[in-house]
């Protein structure tokens, strides 16, 4: 077969060349993409290395130990709520999932319960855990099919659920903590000793919930670098028509993403319950606002196709620290909120105005 | 300046486009809405052209919003005016009417860069020829001086004795059968076969359908009725993706439709695969990116950056990634939509080279187009449509510019 199209090409230079570089002038390639792209790790070292001088407090084994529990739960839902910003969604709904999530299996892990009859419990941990899971993997599909089925817009849907999810919360608790000592039944007073170890346990002194949300952000890394998958997701926050038209699945994707985040927040819910010892269905009021923070402050692009999950993770150290480190300087409930806003707003002005000076 | 591409508000009427920012306001510092109206129907009038200013951006055709983009710059009464493709979407006699201003405005003082992949276009309008090739400036030549050849010739860098690059196909098998295909209001029963290494040309002005035809052969659409085989077998698609299945692939008219902006090549054209493949499955990424590079070397993609967003790159060289998506997702029938819409001479004769290459591979090709000179040059055979029917249709040689025109208004 003649093959006469590509005449000039030789010529052109080819795509190895673009790589091709000395030495040095990768490294300060490098050094200068770092200080670029790297903001938000930056501003976390800066932050830090602030905090080390400024209190003695910042740098111990158990404030850090503290900041990792902390930090775990705000990034897990903060990886889920990455799947969907990428996809060009939002999900309001995360904290409520994972009230509910802990709120349902809480109360099956320390309650009798009689539905249609049949009663229940006190179920063991491992049922718990999967009850949870199946939780936040339903409470992720009404989202996702909400949004692709009903044709309603993300911030809609999710900030009804929102509500709903909060509601059925509140009557499987009956609006009390659990366990509490008005609903525990004889056979048990507490939550399992397995969900407080995951929540609060270490593990060779690093925080067992830090190691779960390192474990799942890799997980997360992976999917969305290596799977279809992951494809689709930036593909149809990239563009949803030309995702269409090279065949995504567009509706399928956008489920898919919300059972993730749901799914995710059933776990961070959960690890939270049992770093308090206690679930309740007004749980993780602040996980929607802090976890969209986190992305944003990560670098992923709220328009959805752009990011990634190291860069959620990041963000919530960031958010997480900056509490901790204002906590042990004395600042005042009051003033932190300020701080906080000023910050994220900081660190997206900044990350705007490196898109546009030196291009993504 | 015009833009090639709009860059008007769809949700708002022509009148509020034009004035768009510096709305003429009444004594008490509110709207002039009688005014906006006024002098709308004014600036469109100059223009020769009838467009209701109250109209709202998104119910206009094509050729309308250009027009009322143009109105739009000239009422900003500028100096140096920048055209950037302004005739893109334009009809003949709208085009002669654009010319007409663009001489009035000439002879009142003002500048004008006309930006242009037309080469007919540039004696009609220009007293300079600028060429530009790969971002540099290849020479400016008062336009007595050049004739269609030199231009060319500065364009491509290389004479261009195979623009249309068309070699003889013996057809095959027949590929696709579509019979009594309907769309309410839009497509009437319309039927006709593709064969293995055969381009059909379909010919239409704007609007006569083809861009649903496109749709629905691509499962993006559902017809109202008629049946489509493919292979031989009939197929209902519901989605693009069984679409791909089938060995279908669609080159948009549109770019930026088909594209993922933000991400590099190699995502980009592995597209369509990716899509076939279960949500879990592992990619191979040094494989895609070796392939990548293949096609980006092969279709002299530039600059060969396999880490650059396709958003950077020129319109050519988007469109040749589109192409690397269905050369990689191995397509036996491409349908391509007006595939050298805005590109310049150079990769519009690459994409010739690449769809001939393809036929003569077996693939069959459905070339949409309104551009008579390159379907008269590619395809085999000739549909023309009109007012969603087809109304004529021609053997290669057979049809001439006005035959096709004839037929299709």
């Known amino acids: ?360 | 300046m015009v833009y090639q591409e709009f860059s008007l508000v769809s949700s708002m009427t022509v009148a509020e486009n034009i004035f768009l920012g510096q709305y003429p306001r009444s004594r008490l510092g509110l709207i002039d809405w009688r005014e906006i109206h006024r002098r709308a129907e004014e600036s469109l009038s100059a223009l020769g052209v009838d467009i209701d200013p109250r109209a709202e951006i998104r119910r206009l055709n094509v050729a309308e919003q250009q027009l009322t983009e143009i109105a739009r710059i000239l009422t900003k009464q500028p100096r140096i005016l920048l055209l950037d493709e302004p005739t893109s979407a334009l009809s003949d006699t709208e085009r002669e009417t654009l010319f007409d201003i663009i001489r009035r405005l000439q002879a009142r003082g003002v500048g004008i860069i006309y930006i242009s992949h037309l080469l007919d276009e540039v004696p009609e309008v220009g007293q300079r020829v600028t060429v530009l090739r790969d971002g540099r400036v290849i020479g400016t030549l008062p336009v007595e001086q050049t004739d269609r050849d030199t231009l060319v010739n500065m364009m491509v860098g290389r004479r261009l004795a195979e623009q249309y690059p068309k070699t003889v196909v013996e057809p095959g098998e027949t590929a696709l059968r579509v019979e009594n295909l309907s769309l309410d209001g839009v497509l009437h029963d319309l039927s006709f076969e593709v064969r293995e290494g055969e381009i059909l040309g379909i010919f239409g002005l704007m609007g006569a359908g083809q861009v649903e035809l496109a749709r629905i052969l691509f499962g993006l659409e559902a017809p109202t009725s008629g049946r489509i085989a493919i292979g031989g077998r009939e197929t209902r698609l519901r989605h693009a993706a069984q679409a791909i299945k089938h060995g279908m692939g669609l080159l948009l008219r549109d770019r930026r439709a088909s594209l993922v902006p933000m991400q590099p090549i190699p995502p980009n054209i592995t597209l369509a695969d990716v899509s076939q493949v279960p949500p879990f499955r592992f990619l191979n990424l040094q494989k895609e990116a070796e392939t990548a590079a293949g096609y980006v070397r092969d279709l002299s993609i530039r600059p060969p950056s396999l880490k650059r967003p396709v958003f950077y790159l020129s319109g050519g060289n988007q469109q040749k990634v589109c192409l690397a998506r269905w050369l990689f997702s191995g397509v036996k029938i491409l349908i391509v939509d007006e595939p050298t819409r805005g590109i310049d001479v150079a990769a519009k004769a690459e994409v010739f080279a690449l769809i001939d290459r393809l036929a003569q591979r077996g693939v069959a090709i459905i070339m949409i187009s309104s551009e008579m000179l390159e379907i008269l040059a590619m395809a085999d055979r000739i549909l023309v449509m009109r007012a969603g029917a087809f109304t004529a249709e021609f053997k290669r040689g057979e049809a001439t510019q006005e035959l096709l025109l004839q037929n299709a208004s």
């Open chain 1, 1 to 360: 077969m003649p093959d006469n199209l590509p005449a000039e090409a030789g010529a052109q230079s080819s795509p190895g060349e673009t790589v091709r570089r000395s030495g040095t002038e990768r490294l300060l390639r490098s050094i200068r993409d770092v200080v670029i792209r790297g903001g938000p790790v930056i501003a976390l070292l800066l932050l830090s290395a602030y905090l080390t001088s400024a209190t003695p407090y910042f740098l111990t084994e158990s404030n850090l130990a503290n900041v990792g529990r902390r930090t775990a739960v705000t990034a897990i839902f903060a990886i889920g709520q990455t799947f969907v910003i990428l996809t060009g969604g939002i999900d309001l709904s995360v904290g409520a999932i994972g009230a509910l999530a802990a709120s349902v299996s809480a109360v099956l892990m320390t309650q009798q319960v009689t539905l249609f009859g049949v009663t229940v419990g006190p179920v063991d941990f491992g049922v718990g855990l999967l009850v949870a899971l199946a939780v936040g993997v339903v409470a992720g599909s009404v989202n996702g099919l909400l949004i692709t089925k009903g044709r309603i817009p993300d911030f809609i849907a999710t900030l009804g659920t929102l509500e709903a999810f909060r509601g059925i919360a509140l009557i499987v608790t009956d609006g009390l903590p659990v366990p509490s000592h008005l609903t525990a039944t004889e056979l048990k007073g507490y939550l399992p000793e397995q969900m407080i170890a995951m929540g609060s346990g270490s593990i060779l002194g690093i925080p067992t919930a830090g190691l779960i949300a390192i474990g799942i952000a890799i997980l997360a890394w992976a999917v969305l670098r290596y799977t279809a998958l992951g494809r689709s997701t930036f593909a149809v926050g990239g563009n949803r028509e030309a995702a269409r038209v090279s065949g995504i699945k567009v509706d399928r994707t956008k489920i898919a993403v919300y059972v993730v985040s749901g799914f995710l927040a059933a776990i961070a819910g959960f690890l939270l319950a049992g770093r308090l010892n206690s679930a309740n269905a007004l749980m993780a009021g602040e996980e929607n606002l802090n976890s969209i923070a986190a992305v944003v402050i990560g670098g992923t692009n709220l328009f959805g196709g752009e990011g990634g999950v190291f860069g959620s993770v990041i963000g919530a150290l960031i958010t997480g620290v900056l509490v901790n480190g204002l906590n042990l300087l004395n600042v005042s409930a009051f003033y932190q909120r300020i701080v906080q806003g000023s910050v994220i707003v900081g660190v997206v002005v900044f990350d705007q105005w490196r898109r546009r000076r030196f291009g993504a």
